[in-house]
């Protein structure tokens, strides 16, 4: 500047080139933690911003397209590219020896940034955060068809992480699919937006037995989507007969009992199993349930709430507590499936379709709502996810195999002994400290 260039002259003489390596080993630096990140994009990350991992995570459970094999592929040649440079640099070559495999790396991995099938600015868009396992792919498609909008999926896996999510501001979502104990709960905190039952026409569809309940009275915020049970599935050739959480609990499966990972659903089983209550806020009684899952632990090969139907299907366990559509899944294919709610009881959930009070797409989102009350619709989403549908008007469409499968759609001696889990307030903290401990404890 002293020799008379202006601030953009020196910027691009001066500073830039020298803070240039910094900034290079920045970009890769991030890139590389980006590319290798799952836990802290998954809630950091704002609506329709999928990083590659968070994106194959949800592929591994909404069914593997040959587009990743392609996209491994891409990684891999790039990757390949820039070894090369970089063995090339180190032999003592020129920088410009260098170049074409640097640049040809770099626009493979840019390619997809450039070309990607990214939804066209304008177009309308609905943001969905739904449980895993819960919408197949082609039933979004319908939807994207009919009303010529782009949807964007995002996926979890318990109650307590989509709460955190939504606990950290990260608005954007137009639809989620809570449980009803976080029904009530993000009710409570003025979090849901009034559904308004003009836009819902098929809600007339749903069972009354699924309407109306205390954590939602007259259905004012939410819409049933499944319900279900959490009990356990086993291999009956290996472990034989089953009818006692105490299973979970034998030293003879030392090393093949997958335990969900989910607070309510775990510290949960050890209560009913000893004759307690699911709800219960009772210190003592709670302590006893932490007592056993510690006492478990050595029994137990993986905590898993995604895909611990998988891990049971290829036996790396023989024993899965778990929610029982995922286990209808795989017992269609696996005949040594059995699956069972022990005799002291199990869970039960009834999860559905809310609209967060800062949805950017209210209108869109009644419609997606309306959707899948329809009763086609509603029979595609149980025939593909075999959860159990509250839409009486989708039963007569179901195969056999699904209708009459007890699994999926128990008994009524059998609904008797589930028990809805409820929103306990303040003892929420306690269930996640507990739990907490449990995890990472010896
Ligand atoms: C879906 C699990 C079932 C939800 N992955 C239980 N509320």
């Known amino acids: 500047m002293d020799l008379g260039a202006g601030p953009w002259a020196t910027f691009w003489k001066v500073t830039l080139p020298g803070i240039a390596p910094g900034v290079l080993a920045a970009a890769?630096?991030?890139?590389?933690?980006?590319?290798?990140?799952?836990?802290i994009t998954s809630f950091v990350a704002g609506v329709g911003s999928t990083t590659l991992p968070i994106q194959i995570y949800s592929m591994v459970r909404t069914g593997i397209s040959p587009e990743i094999n392609a996209v491994s592929t891409l990684i891999l040649a790039a990757?390949?590219?820039?070894?090369?440079?970089?063995?090339?640099?180190?032999?003592?070559?020129?920088?410009?020896?260098?170049?074409?495999?640097?640049?040809?790396?770099?626009?493979?991995?840019?390619?997809p940034f450039f070309l990607g099938g990214r939804a066209?600015?304008?177009?309308?868009?609905?943001?969905?955060?739904?449980?895993s396992n819960y919408i197949a792919p082609e039933t979004v498609k319908k939807f994207e068809q009919r009303f010529g909008v782009h949807v964007n999926v995002d996926l979890y896996d318990t109650n307590e992480a989509m709460l955190a999510k939504i606990a950290t501001g990260n608005v954007g979502y137009d639809?989620?699919?809570?449980?009803?104990?976080?029904?009530?709960?993000?009710?409570?905190?003025?979090?849901?937006?009034?559904l308004d039952h003009t836009a819902l026409p098929h809600l007339t569809?749903?069972?009354?037995?699924?309407?109306?309940?205390?954590?939602?009275?007259?259905n004012r915020y939410s819409v049933p989507y499944f319900w279900g049970s959490c009990g356990i599935a086993y291999d009956k050739k290996r472990v034989g007969s089953v009818d006692s959480w105490a299973a979970l609990w034998d030293a003879?499966?030392?090393?093949?009992?997958?335990?969900?990972?989910?607070?309510?659903?775990?510290?949960?089983?050890?209560?009913?199993?000893?004759?307690?209550?699911?709800?219960?806020?009772?210190p003592a009684k709670l302590a006893i349930a932490q007592r056993l899952l510690m006492e478990q632990k050595p029994l137990v090969k993986t905590y898993n709430a995604s895909n611990f139907e998988d891990v049971l299907l290829s036996r790396d366990v023989w024993l899965a507590q778990g929610w029982n559509g995922q286990f209808a899944k795989v017992m269609a294919d696996d005949h040594e499936l059995v699956y069972v709610i022990p005799k002291e009881g199990a869970s039960l959930f009834v999860d559905s379709l809310v609209i967060p009070a800062s949805a950017p797409h209210p209108e869109l989102a009644h419609a997606f709502i309306d959707f899948t009350l329809e009763p086609e619709i509603a029979a595609e989403i149980c025939r593909t996810m075999r959860y159990s549908t509250p839409n009486r008007a989708a039963l007569p469409l179901l195969p056999p195999e699904i209708r009459d499968n007890p699994a999926i759609f128990p008994p009524d001696d059998v609904v008797d002994r589930l028990e809805?889990?409820?929103?306990?307030?303040?003892?929420?903290?306690?269930?996640?400290?507990?739990?907490?401990?449990?995890?990472?404890?010896q």
Not at 28 to 39: K, P, T
Not at 120 to 131: D, K
Not at 176 to 193: A, D, F, K
Request: hydrophobic share 45%; aromatic share 10%.
């Open 28 to 39: 890769l630096l991030v890139f590389a933690l980006s590319i290798d990140d799952y836990v």
């Open 120 to 131: 066209a600015t304008g177009e309308r868009v609905l943001n969905v955060y739904i449980w």
């Open 252 to 282: 003879k499966w030392k090393g093949r009992v997958l335990m969900l990972d989910d607070p309510r659903e775990t510290i949960g089983a050890a209560l009913k199993w000893k004759g307690m209550s699911f709800n219960t806020v009772d």
């Open 175 to 194: 639809i989620l699919c809570p449980s009803n104990y976080p029904v009530e709960s993000l009710r409570h905190q003025n979090l849901l937006l009034p």
């Open 205 to 218: 569809n749903i069972d009354a037995r699924f309407l109306d309940r205390p954590y939602d009275p007259g």
């Open 79 to 111: 990757t390949s590219l820039l070894l090369f440079a970089a063995y090339r640099l180190e032999q003592g070559r020129s920088a410009r020896s260098a170049i074409v495999p640097v640049m040809l790396g770099l626009a493979i991995l840019g390619a």
């Open 420 to 441: 809805l889990i409820q929103d306990i307030g303040e003892a929420t903290v306690l269930y996640d400290r507990l739990w907490t401990e449990v995890k990472t404890g």
